[in-house]
T-cell receptor, first 116, second 114 residues
Framework: AQSVAQPEDQVNVAEGNPLTVKCTYS??????LFWYVQYPNRGLQFLLK??????LVKGSYGFEAEFNKSQTSFHLKKPSALVSDSALYFC??????????????FGKGTMLLVSP | DAGVIQSPRHEVTEMGQEVTLRCKPI?????LFWYRQTMMRGLELLIY????????DSGMPEDRFSAKMPNASFSTLKIQPSEPRDSAVYFC????????????FGEGSRLTVL
């Protein structure tokens, strides 16, 4: 079974400061990892994914995430937050060992609030 | 590309009425997913199709819920009869069926059952 934990319901940060949104995962094999963002009254939008290779993945809007296999984590980061980054962020995992049909398992989401 | 298209965007109905939500996936995508989002339970996978065939419907909450995908460009999620606890935002998503493929979500259908 695969699962994702986002330990923080909400993260508050001031504009211009660095931000981190935490995610840990559990899979039986190696993971494919994803981050999505949801703005109010919108669907989820893909931000970035880790498939293989470099542990630091860069994505849309200046976001990046670091895959840490020993800590089973995939934290989302941005060096300088913008007020417009305020949104709901979802981490998701898919087990690489699953062949054929497999689905993403999403975390519960973390609300990011960036204050001016 | 127009992306995943869902309709209606908003639906208000009374308890006991039938509700039909519609989805047009991205052309060329062969996997389609229906999710439900509520404050209490977050994002829940209801059902998943691959090449128009339902693969996993274990997330469908009750027999009142049914989903069909008659062809590669159209899917419906039906609730009959609807109940107030069905009030939620229902999302459709599509992807190319491979493990590295990300999902592309529609804008959602917000359902309110009075």
């Amino acid at each position: 079974a695969q699962s994702v934990a986002q330990p923080e319901d909400q993260v508050n940060v001031a504009e211009g400061n660095p931000l981190t949104v935490k995610c840990t995962y559990s899979v039986s094999g190696n993971p494919y990892l994803f981050w999505y963002v949801q703005y109010p009254n919108r669907g989820l939008q893909f931000l970035l994914k880790y498939i293989t290779g470099d542990n630091l993945v860069k994505g849309s809007y200046g976001f990046e995430a670091e895959f840490n296999k020993s800590q089973t984590s995939f934290h989302l980061k941005k060096p300088s937050a913008l007020v417009s980054d305020s949104a709901l962020y979802f981490c998701a995992v898919r087990d690489r060992m699953n062949s054929g049909y497999s689905t993403l398992t999403f975390g519960k989401g973390t609300m990011l609030l960036v204050s001016p | 590309d127009a992306g995943v298209i869902q309709s209606p965007r908003h639906e208000v109905t009374e308890m006991g009425q039938e509700v039909t939500l519609r989805c047009k996936p991205i052309s060329g995508h062969n996997s389609l997913f229906w999710y439900r989002q509520t404050m209490m339970r977050g994002l829940e996978l209801l059902i998943y199709f691959n090449n128009n065939v339902p693969i996993d419907d274990s997330g469908m909450p009750e027999d009142r819920f049914s989903a069909k995908m008659p062809n590669a460009s159209f899917s419906t999620l039906k609730i009959q009869p609807s109940e107030p606890r069905d009030s939620a935002v229902y999302f459709c998503a599509s992807s190319v069926q491979r493990n590295t493929g990300e999902l592309f979500f529609g804008e959602g259908s917000r359902l309110t059952v009075l």
